[in-house]
């Protein structure tokens, strides 16, 4: 039997109405793995000036920060999908002479990046889209785009996103990130390197090949785990069917069932548990939204200083995600202040950009503890 990297925690309790099993996993501290890693970079006609300059930097920082026994593999795609070869040597060149162009055909040069990634043996954990734009060449529809992030999960490739600028699609690239197994990024203009450092500290040397939780007909992909990582999932229980638990390691797969527990009266340490986490995600969900004028901004900041009063209050609140939510809804409610003074729609749009892609990892420890809730302005 192989070993387990994963440690698991299961609580469940009916809150908000409803059944709820909080499943925390904590890797080990195990030796780090080399991943297989594929960078898919947009270079369509408008990534060009600044911005594909600074996509360049961004991959050049990439290939010199990946581990030397990594195996990376660069792609550009506009219309048209291009490889930059697998070594460092090569994929220098051929960023030296990309220049941007065409349209976007998103799918196609993120699919390319995952048949690029083919040892089943190591982490194929790192699928990199640089997108400024919208997918409008080949597969569009966002639902299919989306579902074919959580194909490529099932056979053990995981989709990380960045959105670089202000014109790509915040829901299609957070949602093939969560389909996909991995986080979404934001990164204004001046902020890529930044971006892509925060989330290569954890993905230069996971210690699985990551794992698959499936309850009833849910189902979430989680990417390799860094070492000691610790990652929370909140389930809705329908019935008494177990938890499966598949992880995946160098050497084949480990599989286990876990009965569910039974619902901890309220009140109780497991049902704070539950509580807290029913919390953290209606924050995720608030930070998400955008509001479109005076009145829905200053409706939104109530409840964001409603929800940062609860979780103040909370018997958990010196959990390490809980004071980085405060943190974040702090800085949220008082950027909604300013809207509600004086609307300016670009600050809502960067906003929402921003608290989407901090939902993605919010449910990592050291990923929300790592990387900041940053106030737009």
């Known amino acids: 039997m192989e070993p387990k990297t994963l440690e698991l925690k299961l609580s469940r309790a009916q809150v908000a109405g409803h059944d709820l099993l909080r499943v925390e996993l904590q890797a080990v501290r195990g030796a780090p793995l080399a991943p297989e890693v594929a960078l898919v970079l947009d270079r ?14 961004a991959a050049r920082f990439l290939l010199s920060a ?20 697998f070594s460092r040597e090569e994929a220098l060149g051929f960023l030296e002479g990309l220049e941007a ?63 670089f600028g202000e014109g790509y699609d915040r829901e299609l690239l957070a949602g093939m990130a969560l389909a996909g197994g991995g986080t979404h990024l934001y990164a204004a203009q001046g902020e890529l390197q930044e971006a892509l450092e925060g989330e290569l500290a954890f993905l230069r040397g996971p210690v699985n090949l990551g794992a698959r939780l499936a ?20 389930l809705r229980v329908e019935g008494e069917m177990p938890l499966e638990v598949e992880e995946r390691t160098p050497h084949g797969k480990v599989s286990r069932l876990f009965p569910l527990p039974p619902r ?33 901004a200053k409706a939104l900041r ?61 449910f990592s420890e050291e990923r929300t503890l790592a990387q900041r809730y940053r106030k737009r302005s």
């Open 66 to 85: 990946l581990p030397e026994t990594g195996r990376l593999a660069l792609v550009a795609y506009d219309h048209e999908v291009e490889v930059g070869g």
């Open 264 to 296: 901890a009266p309220k009140g109780s340490p497991d049902w704070h548990l539950v509580e807290l986490e029913e919390l953290l995600a209606a924050g995720a969900r608030l930070l998400a939204a955008e509001p479109q004028d005076k009145e829905e």
């Open 44 to 57: 369509s006609g408008s990534m060009a000036g600044r911005k594909l300059a600074e996509a360049k930097a």
């Open 302 to 362: 109530q409840q964001a200083l409603d929800l940062k009063e609860r979780l103040e209050g909370h018997p958990l609140a010196q959990n390490p995600r809980a004071q980085a939510l405060v943190e974040a809804l702090e800085a949220f409610a008082g950027t909604l202040a300013q809207l509600a003074r004086r609307f300016d729609i670009h600050l809502s749009d960067r906003t929402a950009r921003e608290g989407r892609a901090y939902a993605t990892r919010l």
């Open 215 to 234: 309850l009833g007909e849910q189902v979430r992909h989680l990417a390799p785990f860094a070492p000691g990582e610790r990652r929370v999932v909140l």
């Open 101 to 163: 162009r065409g349209n976007t055909a998103l799918h196609a040069g993120w699919k390319m990046g995952t048949e690029l990634l083919r040892n089943p043996s190591r982490p194929r954990l790192l699928l990199l889209l640089l997108t400024d734009g919208l997918a409008n060449v080949g597969l569009t529809d966002p639902k299919a785009l989306v579902q074919e992030a959580a194909k490529a999960a099932e056979a053990g490739v995981y989709t990380f996103t960045l959105g």
